[in-house]
Structure formats: structure tokens, C-alpha cells
């Protein structure tokens, strides 16, 4: 569904990704690891369009998306939870979720069926639809911010740190989200610090140091490495 | 009473244009956090471009209508010649182009128009309504139907259709509005547009009391943004009140006291209301968990 070759990414004069090849086949989730500053968050925003693409090729659905704007990479099926949340704080949860489907085409009732299945999948953004995001704990902003990816109706979802700063129960109640979107059939490529997490849901995993793939493989494959155990397990 | 009802009507009517370019100031700024100090020249382009057409035997409704496209015209070239190339920097930076811009029309103004003060005839007469021993011009009912019909149609705009809160969600978070797909640069372009043609509505409705020149902008951009203050700025409706509000001070302090202190009152009043309460009248709400 998306491959990427040797996408390169420049922060001013700093290369914060140096030829990454990457591939998400349709179903999957696809976790990527690694430490703070390795490229992570970098590739997801370059994959969305916010930051441009130095080099290199992004073909989503068989297609070269790399030069066109971050709107028109939405209405083709991309969308993200990003890094910080970056919920829209004054307007209320509803109006949140609403305008995450700003880019649909196919009609009211879609976007109202997709709305109660973000009730259902997070019941606490129906208890709070009136209220302003920016009133919401943390762990309910990240579940706005999943939501309102959601509501694109997206054939893609970037999740980017969904578990960071997030108390270990809130974490498992949006692992267990991601875990039933992919048996809905969503695909998945999900950015996570906390590696043993992502890796344990993830179908396959890339690790990511200093902007270069070092390691590829299974979910299960990538937790027995003794290389990524002593790297970012800390076992 | 009689005396008190005047200085009200005249109050109202002068705070419905004060209002209006208040209004003009929410928008842009609700889209952008950007205080546009060309706001007033909108105001001025719209008042003197129906002069000058309606002096060339231009109907004046088609006048008015020329002008307020004449507004938007320059209100989107300013985005695009000026705010756009400068996106991604500071408010404060772009406040001060927008001030530069400000000049920049005065002075254009000055050539294609020229330093005259004038005028334009009532669009219903000039027989004063009287009413409890005061009078009311007609122009100034056209004054205040067109500050509500702004006010009503902008709340609209704002609360009710996914466009309007995609202006608000771009204001709220650059980021999480390009992520959801809204295209920042078109959402910024129509509160542009749509606040020069607010400017402009103001410049034409006015223009039959209280007289336009090519320099009108800097006093209007003054009262305005000293309104959308008092209101709080980001609220439509603090626009309204604080438009009002200021116009009456205006009228009452001119009126009981002495005129020649009437724009002393008004930054009185501001400075005092901002003391007590620093968002404004209306701008208090902003809960936010980090």
C-alpha cells in the first residue's frame, strides 16, 4: 500500500533521514522504533507532506505522492495522529472530530456513521463531545487525536507516539484501540519510543537510528533481537 | 431625555462602523492571530471607490458593489503579496507588515483618488426620523441593519458550516489543520477576503454621515481594534459590543463633558475595562490543559 525508497529529509542543515526504504502492505501494522532524534517523527510528517522530501520516492497505492500538498495526501486516504496531539483546544470534541473529515467527499451519513464509530471506539469522546478538547486529560486528547484521524475515513493511519506521556492503563486501552482498527482492517504504521509495546502488536517492525533502517523484520522477530532487547528494551 | 436619546443615536450609529471594522479584526485574526492594521483602509477603499464611480454616473447600488469587490480584490492581494510569503513568521512580525501595508495603500489611495475629504448622498433621504424629541437619520438605520446583518452572518459562518470552523481550527493549530487536510493558505485568503468586504460594506454605509479620505484607515483601524479589545479580541460578538460601547462613550463623553476629549473617553474606558478584566468583555474562555 505505501513503499518508500530512499527518502531523504533535511532540518536545515542537519539530514534527519538519509535514504530510508520502507514498505506497509495493506492490513498491516507496521511499527517503527527507535531512539529520540532518530527520524521517526520526521518520516511520518514527510509522508503527510508538512515537511517536504529532500530525495528520494513515497508511492502510496501505486502512485508518486512525495510532490503533492498535505491536503490532497488526506483526500487520497493518509492521515495521522501526530506527535503532541495538536488537538484544535477551543472548539469542542464533536467539532474536532467533524473537521477530520474536512476532506470527505462521500456525504453527511459517512461521516456521522464514522463519528459513532469513534464513540464506540473511544466512549469517553461521547460523554465529552460537547466540551472543548483543550479541556480533556492527556490520554482523551490522544484519543481525540486518533478520532479525528479516524474520521478522514483514511485507508493509511501514521500514529505518532500515541502511548508518550500517557499512564500505563490509558496506554493499554490505546494499544487494545489500535489493535482492533487493524482487525476492521485498517493499515497501521505506527511510530513508538516505547518499542516493547509497538512490537508486540506490530505485524513487522523497522528500527530506526540516526536516520537510516538499521533492522527489519516480524514483530515477534525484532523482540527476540538481543540487539534491540539491549537497545531499547533494557533487558 | 431627548438630549440623552440623541447622543445615544448618534453613539450607536458611529459604534455600528466602529463594529464593523471590528469584526473585520476577528476574523483575520481568528484565522491567523494576526492583528491587521490595513483593517481601516478597507473601510477607506470602500467609501472612496463608491465616490468616485458614483461621480462618473455609476448607479450608486453598483458603485457599492464595485467597491466591496474592489476591497476584496486588495485584501487578497495583501495575503498574497505580503502575509503569504512571509508565513511562518512571528504575529509581531506580521503585524508590522501589515502596518507597512497600511502606508502603502494611504499613499496609492492618495494618487489613484485624491486628498480631498468627501461624501456621498443618503441612500433613503435625509429627513430625520424623529422620536421622543430626537432625530434619527435614515442613514443611520442603514448603519446599524448592516452591522447586525454582518454580525449574524459572521456568527453563522463561524459556528455553523465546517468551513467556518476549519478558519477557527486553523487558528487553534496550524499543524493539526494541514494534518486533517484543510488548506491553510485558501482558509487564510478567504478571511481576507471576507474581512476587506466587511471593511469596505462599513466605508460605504458611513461614508453619507460621516464624510471619507484617502488617510480615514488610521483612525479607523484605531477605534476598531481599540473595540475588538474592549470586546476581547477573537469574539464576534465582543466586536459588536465593544463597537458600541466605544461609539457611545464616544457620544456621551463629547456630549455631557467636552468634545474635544471625545477620543480620550474611549482609551480611558479601554485601558480601565483591560486593567480589570485583560481579555476583554467577552474574551475570558480559554481553558486549556497542556
Redesign the interface.
Known amino acids: 500500500m505505501l513503499t518508500v525508497e530512499g527518502l531523504k529529509a533535511r532540518y536545515g542543515r542537519i539530514e534527519a533521514l538519509k535514504g530510508v526504504d520502507l514498505t506497509v502492505g495493506a492490513g498491516e501494522i507496521v511499527a517503527l522504533v527507535g531512539a529520540n532524534g532518530a527520524g521517526k517523527t520526521t518520516l511520518l510528517r514527510t509522508i503527510s507532506g508538512i515537511e517536504p522530501a529532500a530525495a528520494g520516492r513515497i508511492v502510496f497505492e501505486g502512485q508518486p505522492i512525495e510532490r503533492l500538498a498535505s491536503h490532497v495526501r488526506v483526500a487520497r486516504g493518509i492521515s495521522q495522529s501526530p506527535e503532541g496531539r495538536q488537538v484544535f483546544a477551543p472548539l469542542s470534541v464533536e467539532d474536532n472530530l467533524r473537521l477530520g473529515g474536512y476532506r470527505r467527499r462521500d456525504g453527511a451519513a459517512a461521516a456521522t456513521a464514522d463519528l459513532e464509530r469513534c464513540f464506540t471506539l473511544f466512549p469517553i469522546l461521547k460523554e465529552r463531545r460537547r466540551q472543548a478538547a483543550g479541556s480533556l486529560s492527556g490520554g482523551q486528547q490522544q484519543m481525540l487525536a486518533i478520532g479525528r484521524a479516524l474520521m478522514a475515513a483514511p485507508k493509511l493511519l501514521l500514529l505518532d507516539e500515541p502511548s508518550l506521556g500517557l499512564a500505563p492503563v490509558i496506554v493499554d486501552q490505546i494499544l487494545a484501540a489500535i489493535t482492533r482498527l487493524r482487525s476492521e482492517g485498517m493499515t497501521v504504521l505506527l511510530v513508538e519510543q516505547n518499542a516493547a509495546a509497538a512490537l508486540a502488536i506490530a505485524d513487522r517492525g523497522y528500527v530506526l537510528e540516526l536516520g537510516t533502517v538499521t533492522l527489519t523484520g516480524t514483530g515477534r522477530a525484532l523482540l527476540d533481537d538481543p540487539k534491540v532487547r539491549e537497545a531499547y528494551l533494557g533487558v | 431625555m431627548a438630549e440623552f436619546l440623541q447622543f445615544a443615536f448618534s453613539g450607536l450609529t458611529v459604534g455600528a462602523v466602529y463594529a464593523l471594522v471590528a469584526l473585520g479584526f476577528t476574523l483575520i485574526y481568528n484565522a491567523s492571530d494576526v492583528v491587521n492594521f490595513a483593517q481601516g483602509d478597507f473601510v477607506m477603499i470602500g467609501g472612496m471607490s463608491t465616490v468616485f464611480l458614483y461621480a462618473t454616473g455609476v448607479p450608486l447600488p453598483l458603485a457599492a458593489i464595485i467597491a466591496i469587490l474592489t476591497a476584496v480584490i486588495v485584501g487578497l492581494l495583501l495575503h498574497r503579496l505580503a502575509i503569504e510569503p512571509a508565513r511562518g513568521a512571528s504575529p509581531v512580525t506580521l503585524i508590522i507588515i501589515t502596518i507597512g501595508a497600511s502606508m502603502f495603500i494611504r499613499g496609492v489611495a492618495q494618487i489613484v483618488f485624491d486628498k480631498q475629504f468627501h461624501q456621498l448622498p443618503a441612500f433613503s433621504g435625509d429627513r430625520p426620523i424623529e422620536i421622543l424629541g430626537a432625530t434619527l437619520l435614515p442613514q443611520s438605520l442603514w448603519v446599524l441593519g448592516g452591522g447586525l446583518a454582518v454580525f449574524v452572518a459572521l456568527w453563522l459562518f463561524l459556528e455553523r458550516t465546517?468551513i467556518g470552523?476549519?478558519v477557527?481550527?486553523t487558528a487553534?493549530?496550524r499543524?493539526?489543520?494541514?494534518?486533517?487536510?484543510?488548506?491553510t493558505a485558501v482558509i487564510l485568503a478567504i478571511a481576507f477576503g471576507v474581512s476587506a468586504s466587511i471593511g469596505a460594506l462599513a466605508g460605504v454605509l458611513a461614508t453619507p454621515i460621516t464624510l471619507t479620505r484617502f488617510d480615514l484607515g488610521t483612525i479607523m483601524t484605531l477605534k476598531g481594534f481599540a473595540a475588538a479589545m474592549l470586546g476581547g479580541m477573537g469574539s464576534p460578538l465582543g466586536a459588536v459590543v465593544g463597537g458600541l460601547l466605544l461609539g457611545l462613550i464616544e457620544a456621551f463623553g463629547a456630549g455631557y463633558i467636552s468634545s474635544v476629549y471625545k477620543d480620550g473617553f474611549s482609551f480611558i474606558a479601554i485601558l480601565v475595562v483591560l486593567f480589570v478584566m485583560p481579555r476583554g468583555l467577552f474574551g475570558g474562555r480559554?481553558?486549556?490543559?497542556v
Open positions: 465546517l470552523k476549519a477557527l481550527a487553534a493549530n499543524l493539526g489543520a494541514r494534518l486533517v487536510g484543510i488548506n480559554s481553558v486549556e490543559r
